[in-house]
C-alpha cells in the first residue's frame, strides 16, 4: 500500500473515531497522534535499517513535538489511533495490531531490565482508556478493553472489558450459562467501557462482588425471618429478636473515620503532608 493510500485509511480511521473532526485538513494539521504515528514508521523504517542512532533521534523529536514517546523499535499496525495523544509511552519490544486505540496517558511497558521481549502485545480491536498501564509481556487479544486508570499485568480475553488495580475482568466473551450471560450482560451495559472514568458508578470488581454478598445476605435475611414468624405461629419460640440489618454506609463512614486517622498519623509527622 502507498503512502498516500495509508495516509488516507488513517484519516478514515480517525472520522469513525472521533466525532470532532470535521475536514481531512484539521486531521493532518491539528492531530499530535497521527504526526507521533507517522513519524515513528518512519523512525521504525530506520531502526530496522540498522540506522539505530538516527531513528532514536526522530523519536526524540516526535516525543518533543507531540507528547508521544514510541520508541521506534515497537511494531504497528494499520488504522492505529492516539486520542489526544499526551504522555503515551510505548516500549521498544510493543506489538500493536490493527484498528487499535489508545487515549492519552497509556503506558505500554516493561518489567523487567533484561533484553528480550518485555511490552505487551496487542491484537487487532483493543481499545485502553486514559490513564491506563498495560505492564509486560502479555497479550491483549482481539477486541479487548481496558477501561481507564487500570493496572494490567495479566493477558485478557478476547472481547473482554477489564478494569480495576490490578485489572479484573468485568465482561467475558466466551460461552457462559445463560442466567451467568444475562447477568454479566446487564452488568456490562451498566458500567460500560469508560475511556475517561468519568462515570458515577464507574466499576470496582471487588467492591461489585462485596455488593452482592451484601444482597444475598439481605435476602438470606428476610427469608429466614419468614422462617421465623411462621415457626413462632405454629407455638414455636425461635427468633424472637429481630436480625440487625447490615448498611453499607456503615461502612463508608467506618472508612472516612479510618481514613482521618490515617491523616492525623501522617500529619504528627510531617505538618506539610
Known amino acids: 500500500m502507498g503512502v498516500i493510500s495509508r495516509l488516507k485509511e488513517d484519516i478514515q480511521s480517525i472520522y469513525h473515531r472521533d466525532p470532532a473532526a470535521r475536514s481531512a485538513l484539521e ?9 507521533a504515528i507517522w513519524l515513528h514508521r518512519i523512525s521504525h523504517k530506520l531502526w530496522k535499517a540498522k540506522w539505530c542512532f538516527l531513528a532514536r533521534c526522530l523519536s526524540t523529536f516526535s516525543r518533543w513535538l507531540t507528547g508521544v514517546e514510541i520508541h521506534p523499535g515497537a511494531t504497528i499496525g494499520r488504522r492505529f489511533f ?3 495523544g499526551m504522555g503515551i509511552v510505548i516500549g521498544e519490544t510493543a506489538e500493536i495490531g490493527d484498528d487499535c486505540t489508545l487515549y492519552h496517558g497509556v503506558t505500554l511497558g516493561g518489567t523487567t531490565w533484561q533484553a528480550g521481549k518485555r511490552h505487551p502485545t496487542l491484537q487487532n480491536n483493543v481499545v485502553i482508556g486514559a490513564g491506563a498501564k498495560v505492564l509486560g509481556p502479555i497479550t491483549m487479544h482481539d477486541g479487548a478493553r481496558v477501561g481507564s486508570n487500570s493496572v494490567v499485568v495479566k493477558d485478557v480475553p478476547a472481547n473482554t472489558t477489564v478494569v480495576g488495580i490490578p485489572g479484573r475482568v468485568v465482561t467475558l466473551g466466551t460461552p ?5 450471560t444475562e447477568r454479566r450482560s446487564a452488568m456490562a451495559k451498566k458500567y460500560g467501557f469508560d475511556a475517561y472514568a468519568v462515570s458515577p458508578d464507574n466499576p470496582d470488581p471487588v467492591a461489585n462482588a462485596i455488593g452482592q454478598m451484601l444482597d444475598h445476605m439481605h435476602l438470606m435475611d428476610s427469608k429466614l425471618q419468614d422462617l421465623c414468624e411462621a415457626m413462632n405461629e405454629m ?3 425461635i427468633c424472637t429478636e429481630k436480625l440487625p440489618e447490615i448498611d453499607v454506609g456503615d461502612f463508608c463512614e467506618a472508612e472516612l473515620a479510618a481514613a482521618e486517622k490515617r491523616k492525623q498519623v501522617m500529619d504528627a509527622f510531617d505538618p506539610e503532608i
Open 82 to 84: 492516539i486520542d489526544h
Open 27 to 35: 486531521i493532518l494539521l491539528n492531530y499530535p497522534g497521527m504526526h
Open 176 to 180: 457462559q450459562s445463560k442466567e451467568k
Open 235 to 237: 407455638g414455636g419460640h
